[in-house]
């Protein structure tokens, strides 16, 4: 079944509402579905070599059914279409890791667009978002690697291509990556009112605030209860480097958000701890100020991980999560923080 008849099903068996904008994104994933099951053949005349179909580039605000949808249509795809799907921070700490062992070799991002070739058709990529400036520096490089070596992209994003990494640290450098998405992409707006997201306000949130001992006892309360085995407090290691911990078992992790938004952490740092755990706690988070904008960075990136990994948080704070965004350059970004914090701190275990 190709995205439209799978979509009509869900509409069928009440998964989803009839929606006119999901309907025309869901249309677009129709079209390429086709161009990937039935590509163009290539006239023997011709010496024109085949071209990569164009691929998806779908922003909005959070909530609005980008990812489902871009799943959708990645499940709907015959196992004859060569795909990969990943989150936009886990393909990135693949391209860096393929780049350390291509150290010494001449233009090796056409030595990983060659192998991406070969090993797929379609690349997915959900929350494309750039923020740091190692990778605006990759990007216009890596999408024409994709397009030379016939791979199609489709992503999904917040922010609208114009937009991407404004704002950021030699910020022309990255505008050839935005012209390849405009010039090489179809880029799709869905938005609407409806977050389906968000859940049963009598759902709990393991969300403590403000900073006192009722919160602290709270916070303490909940690692009693679901911490499973062996209960240390000494330092973990995450990529070779020490993490100060309050108190770890197999399946919760507890630390103070010093620990994971002041140090120097990024998102491979996240990505272990998500694959290592059920639930991270995080204590003494303060008010996101303007003043704060690399710790507000990290902390919308390590929720992106967790979310992506599905691992429940909990939190403690000076004030609840809709309001601890003090700050206005990632007022945007946080928009999708405080709509996945409504599902993360809501993961039963």
């Known amino acids: 079944m190709g995205p439209e008849t799978c979509y009509q099903q869900e509409i069928d068996d009440g998964t989803l509402l009839p929606d006119q904008r999901q309907a025309k994104v869901v249309h677009s994933f129709q079209r390429l579905y086709n161009d990937l099951i039935e590509p163009p053949k290539k006239k023997w005349w011709s010496r024109t070599q085949p071209v990569a179909a164009t691929g998806l580039y779908i922003y909005g605000s959070v909530g609005r059914g980008k990812t489902h949808l871009m799943d959708l249509f990645y499940d709907s795809l015959p196992r004859s279409v060569a795909k990969r799907r990943q989150h936009y921070h886990d393909f990135m700490q693949w391209i860096h890791r393929q780049l350390r062992q291509l150290d010494g070799v001449s233009n090796p991002m056409d030595h990983i667009g060659r192998r991406l070739g070969k090993d797929i058709k379609v690349l997915c990529l959900d929350e494309f978002l750039v923020n740091d400036i190692a990778n605006a520096m990759l990007l216009a490089g890596l999408l024409k690697t994709l397009h030379q070596n016939r791979v199609t992209l489709v992503t999904t994003s917040n922010v609208r291509p114009d937009d991407l990494y404004k704002g950021g640290l030699q910020r022309a450098k990255f505008l050839p990556a935005i012209a390849w998405i405009n010039q090489y992409m179809e880029v799709l707006r869905l938005d609407g009112q409806q977050d389906y997201r968000y859940q049963d306000s009598h759902d709990h949130e393991h969300w403590y605030f ?23 407090t000494n330092d973990l290691k995450i990529n ?38 059920e639930f991270v706690m995080i204590d003494n988070i303060p008010l996101l100020t303007r003043d704060r904008d690399d710790q507000t960075r990290r902390f919308i990136t390590l929720v992106d991980v967790l979310y992506e990994a599905q691992v429940g948080v909990v939190g403690r704070a000076t004030c609840h999560y809709e309001a601890l965004y003090q700050g206005q350059r990632m007022a945007f970004e946080y928009q999708r923080t405080r709509s996945r914090l409504t599902e993360l701190l809501r993961i039963q275990a």
């Not at 120097?264 to 990505?271: C, E, H, V």
């Open 210 to 232: 403000p900073l006192n001992d009722s919160s602290a006892k709270r916070l303490a309360a909940f690692f009693t209860d679901f911490a499973e085995g062996q209960k240390k």
């Open 240 to 277: 070779g480097r020490a993490l100060p911990v309050i108190q770890a078992s197999d399946n919760v992790l507890w630390c103070d958000f010093k620990s994971l938004c002041v140090a120097a952490r990024g998102a491979n740092d996240y990505l272990l701890i998500g694959e290592r755990f």
